[in-house]
């Protein structure tokens, strides 16, 4: 078996790009934000990821939590059944049947996401339906007029003039999903509380056609979003 190499592989190229000792950069990495990412589903890309940009779908504890094993135990892992020799979708349903991620699908996406990532068989932010983006704002406004901002067509004018969104299906006040013009792709709007006066709202648009399109809609809706929270906070 292979010793955590993909791991150490991902931790020497963070030490590269900024300069840490291995013991820091591993532990920025382990350390990763606790609002997971989304993994890709299907087939494993031919892209090339840079190693130093990725981020671990999860934090080590969270994952362990959910899991009950660790980023490096998971690496180590899938090194020594040859991951990388095989499709997304093979590595997925092992992790998941084999190793018994169940029933969470979420668990063996976001476990075989940033290894792939990690060993550049994916770009950040690729999954095999296109590429997706992430905004999030909190506003101070309750959550339930943060959930309409988005839903009522109306309300959503005032900082979307030129949005293409087209509701799909909503959940009062935490979830809305909506297609996006006429190319495909989807956006995924959840909303959450923050006390009585102040709530978030974390949106992804999904299935963008490349990475080209992946930057220029991540500055559009950060755009967009600060729009939002200017116009609901006035």
């Not at 997304?88 to 169940?102: I, P």
């Not at 590429?131 to 999030?136: H, M, P, Q, R």
């Not at 013009?181 to 006066?197: H, I, L, P």
Request: aromatic share 8%; glycine share 6%.
């Amino acid at each position: 078996m292979t010793t955590q190499s993909s791991f150490k592989r991902l931790v020497r190229a963070r030490m590269e790009k900024t300069g840490e000792r291995y013991t820091a950069a591993r532990a920025q990495l382990l350390a990763a934000p606790e609002e997971p990412a989304v993994p890709g589903k299907g087939a494993a890309s031919a892209s090339r990821a840079e190693p130093a940009t990725v981020r671990l779908a999860t934090s080590d504890a969270e994952i362990r939590r959910r899991t009950g094993r660790g980023w490096e135990e998971w690496f180590d892992l899938l090194d020594a059944w040859g991951a990388a020799d095989r499709t997304h979708r093979e590595t997925a349903r092992w992790v998941a049947e084999q190793q018994g991620v169940v029933p969470l699908a979420w668990n063996a996406q976001a476990v075989v996401g940033s290894y792939e990532q990690a060993r550049g068989l994916r770009a950040v932010g690729e999954h095999a339906d296109g590429f997706a983006i992430s905004a999030t704002k909190t506003v101070a406004v309750p959550v339930d007029r943060l959930y309409d901002a988005f839903v009522d067509a109306s309300l959503r004018g005032s900082w979307l003039p030129d949005g293409e969104l087209r509701e799909r299906t909503a959940t009062k006040p935490r979830s809305a999903r909506f297609d996006w013009g006429d190319d495909g792709s989807r956006v995924f709007v959840t909303f959450a509380a923050k006390g009585e006066a102040k709530s978030t709202a974390a949106l992804q648009h999904a299935r963008l056609a490349d990475a080209q399109e992946a930057e220029r809609m991540k500055a559009y809706w950060r755009e967009r979003v600060a729009a939002l929270k200017q116009e609901l906070e006035r």
